[in-house]
C-alpha cells in the first residue's frame, strides 16, 4: 500500500473511531430515556 | 386508545437504529462501490455526503418520529399528517414509508435466510471441498433452486431456511418493541461486533500466505481499496455513489427510524442518540466492512482477478468469493461460520426492523392489538415472500429493489425533509431537535437542514432518473422476454400494494373522524 493509502485508512479510521467513541462516552455518562 | 410500546433503555434503541441499519450492504457493498470509485479518494465524498446528508437525515427522522409518537403515530402518514393538518392529501404521502419497508421485506428475509443457511453449511463443512469461482457459484445456484445440481436438487433446502428465517422474525415482533426488538438488538450487535473483530483480526494477520507470489500480501490487498485515485473526483458518478453509499448505509428514507423514534417519549435525547446510531452504523461499514472481504480476496486471488471480484456484485462477494476465500484457511468451518453469522445477524436486525412500519400503522391507526397487528403482517408478507423466492431468476427481487429499496427511499427522504425544514419550518424544527437534546447541533446545521440536504436529495433523483440502468429498469428495456410477465406483475403487484395501503389509510382517517363526530 502506498503513503497515500495509509494515509486515508488512518484519517477515514480516526474520523470514525473517534465518533463513536466520543458519543459513546456521552451517551453512557448522561440520563436515561423516560 | 390502548398504551403504546415503549423502549427500555436508551442503548436499547441506539442498539435496534444501529441494527436496522447495519446490513449486508456495509460488509459487502460498501468495499466493491469504495474500490471501484477512487479507493482511499472515495471518502472525500464519503465524509461530505455523511455530514452533508446522512446524519442531518437521522436527526430529521428521529425528530419527526419522537414528534409523530407524541399524537400517537408511529408512522409516516399519521406523522405527515401531524405537521401538516391542514393538508388532507399529506398523508398519502406517507404511504411510502410504509410501502417501502413492507417491500424489501419480502425480498430481504429470503436473502438473510440464505446467510443463516451458509452459517449452517459452513460449520457442517458441506462446501469445504469447492476451491473455485465457478464450483462454489454452481453451488449457490444449486441451493437457490436456480438449476438441479449435484449439490442440491431443487428449492426444498433454501425454502426450509426461509421458513425458520421467517418465524424468527415473526417471534421477534411478536414481542413487540422492548420485549423483543430491543432484547434481540442488545445481544444481536455485540455479538456482530464480536464476529467482524474476529473476522478484522484473522484478515490484518494473513501476511503473505503464498511465499511464491510476494506480491499478494494483506499490505498490498488494503492497498487494492486505500490506495487513492484522485482522478476519480472529477467523475460525477463517484460523489453520486458515495451519496448514495451514505444514504443506503444509514437506512434513512425507509420510514424505519421515523417508527422507531415514535416509542421515545418528548423529553428523551434525539440529538446524540441519532449520531451514536450513525457513529456506530460508520463503525462497521469503513472499519470492519472496509477490512475484510477485498483485501482477504486479494491476498488469495492476486492484484488481475480482485478487479473483477470487486465487480462482480454484492451476492457473488459474500457468497462465491468469500467462502472461497475462508476454505483456504485453518478453522475454515469456524471462520466461514462467523462470516455468515455476522451477516445473518446484521440481517435479522435490519429486517425486524423493516416489519414494524406495517405493524406499528395497523396498530396506531386501526387500534387493534399487537397480536392481531403481527398475524395479519404474517400472513400477508408470508404470501408476499413466494414470488421472490420462486421466481428469483425471474428479475422479481431486481424489480423489488429497484422501486422499494431505491426509487421510493429517495423519493421519500425528500418529502419529509422538505416537510420539515420548510412545511413545519426551520425554526420550529430547530426548537423540536433540541427538546430532551444532551448536546447541541452546530448552527451551520440549520442552513444544511434547509437547503443542502434538499437539493443533495433532488440531486440523487434526479440522476437515479438520468442514469441509463435506471432508465433501462423503469421503461423495461434490458429485460429478457422471458422475464418480461414477471416483472410486469411484480410491478402491477407493487401498485397493487401501494393502493391497498392508501385505501387502509383513508378508511382509517375515516373512521377517526367519526369517532371524534360521535364524541362532539
Known amino acids: 500500500m502506498r503513503l497515500g493509502g495509509w494515509l486515508f485508512l488512518v484519517l477515514s479510521w480516526a474520523v470514525i473511531l473517534g465518533l463513536t467513541i466520543f458519543c459513546f462516552i456521552k451517551v453512557f455518562s448522561k440520563k436515561e430515556i423516560k | ?520
Request: hydrophobic share 55%; net charge positive; aromatic share 16%.
Open chain 2, 1 to 520: 386508545m390502548k398504551k403504546r410500546d415503549s423502549w427500555g433503555s436508551r442503548l436499547g434503541i441506539i442498539m435496534a437504529v444501529a441494527g436496522s441499519a447495519i446490513g449486508l450492504g456495509n460488509f459487502l457493498r460498501f468495499p466493491a462501490k469504495a474500490a471501484a470509485n477512487g479507493g482511499g479518494a472515495f471518502m472525500i465524498p464519503y465524509f461530505i455526503s455523511l455530514f452533508l446528508l446522512g446524519i442531518p437525515l437521522m436527526w430529521i427522522e428521529w425528530t419527526l418520529g419522537r414528534y409523530g409518537g407524541g399524537f400517537e403515530h408511529g408512522t409516516a402518514p399519521g406523522i405527515f399528517h401531524s405537521l401538516w393538518q391542514k393538508n388532507r392529501f399529506i398523508k398519502y404521502f406517507g404511504v411510502i414509508g410504509i410501502f417501502g419497508p413492507l417491500v424489501i421485506f419480502i425480498y430481504y428475509t429470503y436473502i438473510e435466510s440464505w446467510t443463516l443457511a451458509y452459517s449452517f453449511f459452513a460449520l457442517s463443512a458441506k462446501y469445504s471441498g469447492l476451491c473455485d469461482q465457478s464450483a462454489m457459484q454452481s453451488f449457490l445456484r444449486g441451493f437457490q433452486g436456480l438449476e438441479h445440481n449435484r449439490y442440491f436438487n431443487g428449492i426444498s433446502t433454501a425454502y426450509i431456511f426461509f421458513l425458520v428465517t421467517f418465524i424468527l422474525n415473526i417471534w421477534v415482533i411478536y414481542y413487540g418493541i422492548k420485549g423483543g426488538i430491543e432484547k434481540l438488538c442488545k445481544w444481536a450487535m455485540p455479538l456482530l461486533f464480536i464476529f467482524g473483530l474476529i473476522l478484522l483480526a484473522r484478515v490484518i494477520t494473513l501476511g503473505t500466505p503464498d511465499l511464491s507470489r510476494p506480491a499478494w500480501n494483506i499490505s498490498n490487498g488494503f492497498g487494492f481499496l486505500w490506495n487513492p485515485d484522485f482522478s476519480a473526483l472529477k467523475s460525477a458518478k463517484v460523489w453520486l455513489e458515495a451519496a448514495g453509499q451514505i444514504f443506503f448505509t444509514l437506512s434513512v428514507g425507509i420510514g424505519v427510524i421515523l417508527t422507531y423514534a415514535s416509542y421515545l417519549s418528548k423529553g428523551d435525547d434525539v440529538v446524540l442518540s441519532g449520531l451514536t446510531a450513525s457513529g456506530t452504523n460508520e463503525f462497521a461499514e469503513v472499519i470492519l466492512g472496509g477490512s475484510i472481504v477485498i483485501p482477504a480476496a486479494f491476498v488469495f486471488f492476486g492484484p488481475q482477478q480482485i478487479k473483477s471480484i470487486a465487480s462482480s456484485g454484492v451476492f457473488n462477494l459474500g457468497f462465491v468469493t468469500m467462502p472461497l476465500v475462508l476454505n483456504k484457511l485453518p478453522l475454515a468451518p469456524l471462520l466461514g461460520f462467523s462470516w455468515f453469522f455476522l451477516l445473518f445477524l446484521a440481517g435479522i436486525t435490519s429486517s425486524v426492523s423493516l416489519a414494524q412500519p406495517a405493524v406499528a400503522f395497523l396498530e396506531d391507526e386501526f387500534d387493534i392489538s399487537r397480536k392481531k397487528a403481527v398475524s395479519i403482517f404474517a400472513v400477508v408478507t408470508f404470501i408476499l415472500c413466494q414470488p421472490a423466492i420462486f421466481f428469483l431468476g425471474r428479475g422479481v427481487v431486481d424489480e423489488l429493489d429497484f422501486w422499494g429499496g431505491t426509487f421510493f427511499l429517495i423519493l421519500f427522504a425528500t418529502i419529509e425533509t422538505i416537510l420539515f425544514a420548510w412545511v413545519f419550518g426551520m425554526e420550529k424544527a430547530w426548537d423540536e431537535i433540541h427538546k430532551g437534546a444532551d448536546m447541541r447541533v452546530p448552527k451551520i446545521y440549520k442552513f444544511i437542514i434547509k437547503y443542502i440536504t434538499p437539493l443533495f436529495l433532488l440531486s440523487i433523483l434526479v440522476s437515479y432518473f438520468w442514469q441509463k440502468e435506471s432508465r433501462a429498469l423503469i421503461f423495461m428495456k434490458d429485460i429478457v422476454l422471458e422475464n418480461k410477465t414477471s416483472v410486469l406483475a411484480t410491478r402491477l403487484g407493487l401498485l397493487a400494494i401501494f393502493l391497498i395501503l392508501a385505501i387502509l389509510v383513508k378508511i382509517a382517517w375515516r373512521k377517526k373522524r367519526l369517532e371524534l363526530e360521535k364524541i362532539r
